[in-house]
C-alpha cells in the first residue's frame, strides 16, 4: 500500500479537531515538522492564522515575524501560535523566548530537516559562536543530535515527517486546570495579585525590609511589577526606578503600567503620573548617577553580580529584586545561592514571594517540561553529595561532549553548576560546551556526583599582519577575547600571536566550597595547556573582590582593566594571565608592569569612576624594584604637613600623586592601613573624584570630614614607613 504523504488540509484538520481538547485543559501543544526545506516550509505557511508569530525566515507577507536576534524583544507577550523555522539554523536563545509565548490551547510548530540528517547539517547559526579561524563545518554536532533524541522521545510531541502518513495528534493529559482570571482587575491570577500588594507595600513601609520575588517564567512577575509601579506613583509615593540587564525584558512592565488610568507616556520612554514618574536606568548608569527615588525595581536580578544588588541595595533601602528561577531570562538559584545570604545581613529583614501559578498556561504544560529538558532551562546541580568530599579523593577530567551528550543526568548537573554559578548563563552556552571547536569542559567527580566544573576557550595564534591590524583597531575577528583586548585596549601589539586557553567560567558545588577543588581544576587546565605548549592561561571576569583573590591566589596577573562598566552587570572587566612558555611569561610580566605603571595616570582619566578599593588593590602589587616610595625634602615636607598640621591637601598634589601609588605597592602599607583609607586616598589623590560624591560613597559628613579622614590615613600611611 503506497505511503500517503500528509496534505496541508489533513494537517490542518487534525489541528482543528484536536485544539478544543487542548484548551479545556490550558496545555500547548509541540509540533515537529521534519523533511526537505521546500516541503516544510509550505506546510508550515499553510499553517499560519491571524494569531500566529514567525520565528526565523520564510514568514509569509503580512505574517507577523521576528529574526533570531530578535526573537526576545516578545518576551512578555502571547499569541495562539508560533511557528519557530529551524530549516537554515537554530538559534537555542530564541527558540527558549520562542517557547514562552503561546498561551494554553494554542501549539508551537518547529520546522525542521529530518532529523536523522540534522546533525551532520552545516548550521549557519554556529558562526555568531564560532571563533575564527575554525568553521561551522569543523562543529561537533552534539547539541542537534541530543535535541533530535530528546523530540524523538517525547511522546506528546506530535511529529509528522515528509513522506510518512500523518500520524494521530497527541491528547493532553488531564491537569490542573488554567487558572481562573479575575474579570474586574488587572492581576490575572492570585498569586500575582499577593505580588503586587506586597511591592507597594515595600514602598509605602519602612526602609530595609526588601522583597525577593521568584518565579518560573509564565507567572507574571514582570507585569506585577508595572502594576505596582503604577499603583506607587498614583499613591503619590514618590518617583519609581526600574533597572534590569535589557530595556527589552522590562518592556511588559512599562506597557501595563502606561495601561493604568491617568498615567501619561514621554517622548523620552518615561511614564508619569501627576508629579512622579516611572524611568528605566540600566545598572551601569545608575550605580554612577544614584538618583533619588522611593522604590527600586531590580527586574532579572539574577542576572546582576552579587556586588552591583548590594550597591544598589545599600542607595535604594526600598528594594524589590525580582528574577525567573528555571527560565530563559534568568538563574534565579544562582541568585539564591550567591546573594540572598549578603541581603540578609545588610536588611532589617527579608520578605520573600514565589510566584507558581502560570498566566498563559495551566501547570505541567508538555511544551514548556519539553523546552526546559531540550535548553536545560530547569538544571540544578546534584541536590546532594557524598558525605565526604575531600578533595584528593575527587577525580578531575577533561569531559568529552559526546559522552556527556550520553549521560543526561551528568549533562544536567555540570550544567546546572554553571547556572547557579554564572549570571549570564544561556541556552546558547548549552551549545557552545557541546559543539564549538577549540572549547573544552572539565569536571571533579565525586561517585559520579560533579562537584566543580569548568569552561575553556583556546585563543590566539593569529598572523602577524592579523594581530597588527587588530591592535591598530582595523580589524576584529569572532572569538580570542582575551588577545584581542589586550591588542586593541590595553596597546599590547604582540598578544594576539600568542596562543592561551582562556578560562571561560568555573563553579563549585555549594557543598564542596572551600575545599580546594577550584583551585585543582585551574591547575589541572593550566598544565595540560603547559603540555599542550600554550604560551598563556588567562580570564576574563567582572572584576569583585572574591574572585580576584581567587585569581590571584592561582599565580595569574592583572593585566588590563575596562575603562566602562559593562551595560548589563553594571561591573568591570579583568583581564588576568599566567605565562606558561618563555615567550608567554614575558608578555605577562611586561604587561603587568605595564598596567602597574600606567594605573595612577588611567585613574584620573578613563578610570576615575572605578571603585577606588579596586584600584588600591591592584596598586598592591609591588612596582618592580622598588622598596620604598622616595620623596625629596620639599615634597616629604608638603605631604608631612598634610598628614601632621592642616596644609591645604591640595597644594601637595604633585606629592601626593607620586607617592601613593609607589606606597600603596608596599606590605607594611597593606598591613597596617586599612583598605577603606587606602581606597579613600585613592579617590581623593589619584582619580580627583568630586569630594561631595567622596564624602557620599565614605558615608562622611561633608568636606571637612572627608579632610580630616584623608589627613588621618595618609599619617597612618606614613607612621609604617617611619616618616615624621
Not at 30 to 50: N, Y
Not at 699 to 718: C, E, F, P, V
Request: charged share 20%.
Amino acid at each position: 500500500m503506497p505511503t500517503v504523504p500528509p496534505s496541508p488540509d489533513a494537517i490542518q484538520t487534525a489541528i482543528d479537531a484536536i485544539t478544543p481538547a487542548w484548551q479545556s485543559v490550558g496545555h500547548r501543544l509541540p509540533v515537529v515538522v521534519s523533511g526537505g526545506s521546500d516541503w516544510v516550509l509550505a506546510r508550515g505557511r499553510t499553517l499560519v492564522d491571524t494569531d500566529t508569530l514567525w520565528i526565523g525566515a520564510g514568514a509569509p507577507a503580512g505574517t507577523p515575524a521576528l529574526r533570531f536576534k530578535r526573537a526576545r524583544e516578545a518576551l512578555g507577550g502571547e499569541c495562539g501560535q508560533v511557528i519557530f523555522n529551524a530549516l537554515e539554523g537554530l538559534d537555542p536563545d530564541a527558540l527558549g523566548a520562542a517557547a514562552g509565548l503561546p498561551r494554553g490551547g494554542g501549539r508551537l510548530v518547529l520546522l525542521t530537516p529530518p532529523l536523522d540528517q540534522w546533525p551532520q547539517l552545516a548550521d549557519p547559526e554556529l558562526a555568531r559562536i564560532t571563533p575564527y579561524p575554525h568553521t561551522t563545518q569543523e562543529a561537533r554536532g552534539v547539541f542537534i543530535s541530543r535535541l533530535c533524541r530528546l523530540i524523538e522521545a517525547c511522546p506528546q510531541v506530535w511529529h509528522i515527517r515528509e513522506g510518512q502518513p500523518l500520524p494521530v495528534p497527541p491528547r493532553p493529559t488531564a491537569g490542573t486546570p488554567l487558572a481562573p482570571v479575575f474579570p474586574d482587575e488587572a492581576c490575572r491570577t492570585a498569586d500575582q495579585r499577593e505580588a503586587v500588594e506586597r511591592i507597594r507595600a515595600v514602598a509605602q513601609g519602612r526602609p530595609r525590609r526588601p522583597l525577593v520575588i521568584r518565579s518560573h517564567r509564565g507567572r507574571g512577575k514582570t507585569s506585577a511589577l508595572g502594576l505596582a509601579a503604577a499603583g506607587v506613583l498614583a499613591d503619590g509615593l514618590g518617583d519609581v526606578l526600574v533597572t534590569a540587564p535589557r530595556r527589552a525584558a522590562v518592556e511588559p512592565l512599562f506597557a501595563l503600567a502606561a495601561s493604568q488610568p491617568d498615567m501619561v507616556a514621554e517622548s523620552n520612554g518615561r511614564l508619569r503620573h501627576g508629579d512622579h514618574q516611572l524611568r528605566f536606568i540600566p545598572p551601569d548608569v545608575l550605580l554612577d548617577s544614584l538618583p533619588t527615588a522611593r522604590l527600586l525595581l531590580i527586574d532579572e536580578a539574577a542576572a546582576l553580580p552579587a556586588s552591583v544588588l548590594k550597591s544598589l541595595f545599600h542607595a535604594y533601602p526600598r528594594c524589590v529584586f525580582a528574577t525567573t528561577e528555571h527560565g530563559y531570562e534568568g538563574t534565579g538559584r544562582g541568585f539564591a545561592i550567591r546573594f540572598q545570604a549578603t541581603l540578609a545581613r545588610q536588611a532589617v529583614s527579608v520578605q520573600r514571594l514565589t510566584l507558581r501559578t502560570p498566566i498563559r498556561w495551566a501547570p505541567d504544560d508538555p511544551l514548556e517540561a519539553l523546552i526546559d529538558r531540550l535548553l536545560l532551562l530547569d538544571a540544578d546541580p546534584a541536590e546532594t553529595l557524598p558525605a565526604d568530599t575531600a578533595a584528593n579523593r575527587v577525580e578531575i577530567t577533561a569531559v568529552d561532549p559526546w559522552r556527556l551528550c550520553e549521560d543526561e543526568p551528568h549533562l544536567i548537573q555540570l550544567f546546572g553548576l554553571l547556572v547557579s554559578a554564572h549570571y549570564r548563563t544561556a541556552p546558547r552556552d548549552l551549545r557552545q560546551l557541546l559543539d564549538v571547536p577549540g572549547s573544552r569542559s572539565w569536571q571533579a567527580t565525586l561517585q559520579d556526583h560533579v562537584v566543580a566544573t569548568a569552561l575553556t576557550q583556546d585563543e590566539g595564534g593569529l598572523g602577524p599582519s592579523l594581530g597588527e591590524a587588530v591592535f591598530n583597531g582595523e580589524r576584529r575577528v569572532r572569538g580570542h577575547l582575551l588577545p584581542q583586548t589586550m591588542a586593541a585596549h590595553a596597546g599590547e601589539p604582540h598578544w594576539p600571536t600568542l596562543r592561551g586557553r582562556r578560562i571561560q567560567r568555573i563553579a563549585t558545588h555549594p557543598g564542596a566550597r572551600r575545599q580546594g577543588l577550584g583551585s585543582r581544576l585551574v591547575q589541572a587546565i593550566t598544565q595540560q595547556a603547559r603540555d599542550d605548549g600554550l604560551d598563556f592561561v588567562g580570564v576574563s571576569f567582572g572584576v569583585e573582590d572574591e574572585l580576584l583573590a581567587f585569581w590571584e591566589a592561582q599565580g595569574m596577573r592583572p593585566l588590563h582593566l575596562g575603562q566602562h562598566r559593562d551595560h548589563a552587570s553594571g561591573q568591570r572587566a579583568l583581564v588576568m594571565a599566567m605565562g606558561l612558555s618563555s615567550r608567554g611569561r614575558d608578555h605577562v610580566e611586561r604587561s603587568a608592569r605595564r598596567f602597574r605603571q600606567s594605573l595612577p595616570v588611567l585613574a584620573a582619566g578613563p578610570l576615575r569612576q572605578a571603585d577606588p578599593a579596586l584600584i588600591a588593590r591592584l596598586l598592591s602589587a609591588p612596582p618592580p624594584g622598588i622598596d620604598l616610595p622616595t620623596l625629596d625634602p620639599a615634597d616629604r615636607r608638603r605631604v608631612i604637613a598634610c598628614a601632621h598640621r592642616q596644609h591645604h591637601l591640595d597644594a601637595a598634589l604633585p606629592a601626593l600623586r607620586t607617592f601613593l601609588p609607589l606606597a600603596l605597592g608596599n606590605h607594611m602599607i597593606q598591613a597596617t592601613v586599612p583598605l577603606a583609607d587606602r581606597a579613600l586616598l585613592v579617590g581623593r589623590f589619584l582619580q580627583l573624584r568630586e569630594q561631595a560624591d567622596l564624602a557620599a560613597r565614605f558615608d562622611l559628613a561633608g568636606k571637612q570630614a572627608l579632610d580630616t579622614q584623608s589627613r588621618r590615613a595618609l599619617r597612618d600611611m606614613l607612621a609604617a614607613f617611619q616618616i615624621s
